[in-house]
């Protein structure tokens, strides 16, 4: 009897040859449409159209199958090896009575809300949710209307241990400072710290300025910064009374994407380094203590 990493072996190298196909029939569809819209061929072109539907349509069924059957299993047992209580749910994201997206008050507008990967876990006492987030805008100029990913990545809800008397907003300083300032209404203000460069590159707003002091340590705005620089993304955080982190970050990536090429036990190794990302990011910023 075939063990199991023997069996995963085996199928993601089955998924990886119909990925492969799938890719070079869509691209052979696509040679020929021009081809024959080159020659002008309008029948030749409509006979490459279905070819490309088709496959396109395969493809995407196929990479699902492969999330689920292949993906979502592996990314379960590295959770487990990590947190306790695991709930992992690869095709949904964070509700969003969950994400408080207006109540962040990002500085873009946002139309549509698409996102993955949801997970629910229990990190040393701390109830934690996260899941991949893509945010869309709608814009529209005459007659052409066009949308734009404002926002992808990480977005992370968490309790927070530490005890304020009212919200404080961070977010990269953008110039959107007066739509960011008017959220907390005229009871915030914008707080300054000792960090020169922090205070350029950050936007900080705080109902209370010794509460901004108690959460913004030192030791957590060089992890903000260093966490900004190693993922190439903005970050928000919003703290709230109730005991709630709020953090998104901008980074462009997608957490436990499946990769045919890669060894099944070596996706485990990935989708591991990407949780202790999650949870090197809670204990530096002492949210789970």
């Not at 698409?114 to 007659?143: A, N, Q």
């Not at 005229?186 to 922090?198: D, M």
Request: with cysteine; aromatic share 14%.
């Amino acid at each position: 009897m075939k063990d199991q990493n023997t069996f995963l072996f085996e199928e993601f190298e089955r998924f990886r040859k119909s990925k492969c196909f799938y890719q070079i029939m869509i691209g052979i569809g696509f040679a020929c449409f021009i081809i024959g819209w080159v020659f002008s061929s309008i029948i030749f072109c409509f006979l490459c159209f279905p070819i490309v539907m088709i496959s396109t349509f395969l493809l995407t069924r196929l990479q699902r199958k492969m999330k689920e059957q292949l993906g979502a299993p592996l990314v379960r047992k590295a959770l487990s090896m990590v947190f306790d209580r695991v709930e992992y749910r690869p095709f949904d994201r964070l509700p969003d009575h969950v994400m408080c997206l207006q109540q962040l008050n990002l500085p873009f507008d946002v139309d549509r809300v698409e996102g993955s990967d949801y997970t629910h876990v229990l990190y040393k006492g701390m109830d934690l949710k996260f899941s991949d987030i893509k945010l869309i805008d709608r814009r529209s100029s005459g007659k052409n209307t066009t949308y734009v990913t404002v926002f992808e990545g990480l977005w992370l809800v968490c309790d927070f241990h530490k005890q304020i008397s009212g919200e404080i907003l961070l977010q990269e300083d953008n110039r959107s400072g007066f739509r960011f300032f008017d959220k907390l209404g005229h009871r915030g203000q914008v707080i300054e710290t000792e960090n020169e460069a922090f205070n350029k590159k950050y936007l900080i707003v705080a109902e209370n300025e010794h509460d901004a002091f108690y959460v913004l340590t030192p030791h957590m705005m060089e992890y903000i910064e260093e966490m900004d620089a190693r993922g190439g993304g903005v970050s928000y955080m919003r703290f709230t009374p109730e005991g709630k982190a709020y953090i998104a970050i901008n980074s462009g990536k997608d957490l436990f994407e499946v990769d045919s090429k890669t060894a099944p036990d070596m996706m485990i190794e990935k989708f591991l380094s990407e949780i202790y990302y999650v949870t090197g990011l809670l204990d530096t910023l002492h949210l789970s203590e």
